[in-house]
């Protein structure tokens, strides 16, 4: 059972655009929320990530929004390049587990000139 | 720091066959864990561990096996590959803050 629903599966965005990405998750015992980028053949790699005692984190271009009592989040990727095309997984882990990433199915991120 | 490594980036097995993903992490992180990635599917836990002697199963351990001797290595042991075992799997650790820091993957196929 998935624990993170992420949507949409791929997006497309023009070169200054808004790109957002939405995620869900069903454990409120989850205690820790990355989004991770990944271009192909890569690793994944933390691009930013927040805790839920908190609705909001900006880090440049790029912004979490975060819903505890409706159980979501949200990455916002402002200014949008081309270089930013890439996967994006949201993730959610717990203490309990040793902090592993319970990770969305990602989504596909084309920004086009 | 030369990070997380994995070794072999590549590897095709035929059914059967029995094969070890190294996973070396040279942070002195005490969690460690591996991943595999299915196209479409995003990354699934096969087995993680909090320290060196400590393992315990994630989501997919079904036909995988780990060890964790020491702090540095954390390996993955396929005993008798199988199709489904296809994939892409990744490694990685993490310090007592949040970020985990992965490797850069084997690609497995067995045929």
């Known amino acids: 059972q998935q624990q993170v629903k992420q949507s949409p599966q791929s997006l497309i965005v023009q070169k200054g655009g808004i790109s957002i990405i939405n995620c869900a998750y069903e454990?409120?015992?989850?205690?820790?929320f990355p989004w991770y980028q990944q271009f192909p053949g890569k690793g994944p790699a933390l691009l930013i990530a927040?805790?839920?005692?908190?609705s909001e984190k900006k880090e440049g271009r790029f912004t979490i929004s975060f819903n505890k009592s409706a159980k979501q989040f949200s990455l916002h990727i402002m200014d949008s390049q081309p270089g930013d095309s890439a996967t994006y997984f949201c993730a959610a882990s717990i203490r309990s587990s040793g902090y592993a990433l319970n990770f969305g199915k990602g989504t596909s991120l084309l920004v086009t000139p | 720091n030369a990070g997380v490594t994995q070794t072999p980036k590549f590897r095709i097995l035929k059914i059967g066959q029995s094969m070890t993903l190294q996973c070396t992490q040279d942070m002195n992180h005490n969690y460690m864990y591996w991943y595999r990635q299915d196209p479409g599917m995003g990354l699934k836990l096969i087995y993680y561990?909090?320290?060196?002697?400590?393992?315990d199963k994630g989501e997919v351990p079904n036909g995988y096996n780990v060890s964790r001797s020491t702090t540095e290595d954390f390996p993955l042991r396929l005993e008798l590959a199988a199709p489904s075992q296809t994939s892409v799997y990744f490694c990685?650790?993490?310090?007592?803050?949040?970020?985990?820091?992965f490797g850069p993957g084997t690609r497995l196929t067995v045929l």
């Open positions: 990685a650790s993490r310090p007592r803050d949040n970020e985990q820091f």
């Open positions: 561990s909090v320290g060196a002697g400590i393992t």
């Open positions: 927040i805790r839920p005692d908190v």
């Open positions: 454990n409120t015992a989850f205690d820790y």
